[in-house]
């Protein structure tokens, strides 16, 4: 992933998390200006320091802990008084399985995923709200047929979208984004033409930041290529660095999805032979055609 958008999107998390102390850090203070909490609350340490003191050398401590549910009694209802509940002098994190850091088990989480999502979707230029198969007004097979893919473990990586202008590329292709953002998977959608200025951008610099222009690409858990075909064909560059992503994406059984108007034939004589070896592959690619007779919009 960009590092940038894997930092930002820590960062939102970590916010998350500050606050969250901070506002159990406030409730403490606010408890702490009554004189009744205060000496409570520092019985409660001493009671809870003796116990662990007796348990390291298996002395009996039956009695502190009835102390410490006596003190926890007490408390509770002094911070009625205050307005606050015992809860509130925890930080209360917005997500369970993280607290609040961005990785349970090692992994992302979920709610890290979420953010990343955001943040892709403002790289991928996406201002508006994504259609979704609820939306869907076509009578088209496909779009069962993607919905259900979404929503199952596939080993097919490439997906193939073809069709003319007006037969529901970008609709279908935007609900399966959404599908599978709702499934907390990693999705970066871009057009055929913003991925070749940034491998345009790939190839002409030579800074330690070159990596990053192509991350993204290569890394997102689902790539999205819309309308391969409208981008111009720039020597070395088009050709040679789609080819590069499509395969490490498929190294790595990293999903691709392409829509385009190209038929075939097209894409074999415009992308070449490896390119379209990999995509035409009905082993390990999923091709759909929507034709215009197949587009029938439901009367409303
Ligand atoms: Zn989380």
Request: aromatic content about 8%; charged content about 25%.
């Amino acid at each position: 992933m960009n590092d940038k958008i894997l930092k930002r999107a820590e960062s939102k998390i970590t916010e998350r998390r500050q606050l969250a102390n901070e506002r159990a850090r406030q409730n403490l203070l606010k408890a702490y200006t009554a004189p009744e909490f205060k000496e409570l609350y520092n019985a409660q340490r001493e009671a809870e320091i003796e116990l662990a003191r007796r348990q390291a050398y298996g002395e009996p401590f039956a009695d502190i802990q009835r102390t410490l549910q006596q003190i926890s009694l007490k408390q509770e209802f002094c911070l009625k008084t205050l307005g606050l509940n015992s809860t509130d002098l925890y930080p209360n994190y917005e997500c369970k399985e993280c607290n609040d850091t961005g990785y349970a088990d090692g992994h992302l989480c979920n709610c890290l995923k979420k953010e990343i999502n955001k943040q892709l979707m403002q790289y991928s230029g996406f201002t508006h709200k994504l259609s979704t198969f609820e939306d869907n007004k076509y009578d088209h097979p496909a779009f069962d047929l993607m919905q259900k893919w979404c929503n199952t473990k596939n080993n097919k990586t490439n997906i193939l979208i073809s069709g003319y202008t007006g037969t529901g590329k970008t609709f279908l292709t935007e609900c399966i984004a959404n599908e599978l953002i709702k499934n907390n998977r990693v999705v970066l959608f871009s057009s055929a033409f913003n991925l070749n200025n940034q491998l345009l951008n790939y190839h002409i610099s030579f800074d330690a930041g070159r990596e990053q222009i192509i991350k993204p690409f290569l890394e997102s858990e689902v790539l999205i290529i819309d309308d391969l075909g409208t981008e111009p064909m720039l020597k070395n560059v088009t050709c040679e660095y789609l080819y590069m992503i499509i395969n490490e994406r498929m190294l790595n059984n990293l999903t691709t999805i392409i829509t385009t108007n190209l038929d075939m034939n097209d894409i074999l004589t415009n992308y070449g032979e490896r390119i379209f070896s990999r995509l035409a592959n009905k082993k390990i690619s999923i091709l759909i055609r929507l034709e215009n007779e197949d587009l029938r919009l439901k009367s409303e």
